[in-house]
């Protein structure tokens, strides 16, 4: 009768999900800081937290969690 749909990784019937998967790997600039001093970048106008990346820098990153309305990566060397 009732679901329990914690910890569901699945957002399909909430709203669009994110234009980017876990593995990915995008070139990017890094448009802004977040507070925590992460980089910030946009993939199809979706964010992204980059480790590690610093305002202006132009950097290859690798998805690596995904939100339903952010992302996680880290810069590939």
């Known amino acids: 009768m009732f679901?329990?749909?914690?910890?569901?990784?699945?957002f399909s019937d909430r709203?669009?999900?994110?234009?980017?998967?876990?593995?990915?790997?995008y070139d990017v600039k890094i448009e802004d800081v977040g507070r925590d001093?992460?980089?910030i970048a946009r993939v199809e106008g979706f964010v992204v937290?980059?480790?590690?990346?610093k305002l202006g820098d132009e950097v290859k990153i690798k998805?690596?969690?995904t939100r339903r309305n952010f992302g996680f990566?880290?810069?590939v060397e």
């Open 49 to 53: 937290f980059v480790s590690g990346a």
């Open 73 to 75: 990566a880290d810069i």
């Open 3 to 10: 679901r329990n749909n914690y910890g569901r990784d699945n």
């Open 15 to 25: 709203g669009p999900s994110a234009p980017i998967n876990v593995g990915d790997e």
């Open 63 to 65: 998805i690596n969690s």
């Open 37 to 39: 001093g992460d980089g």
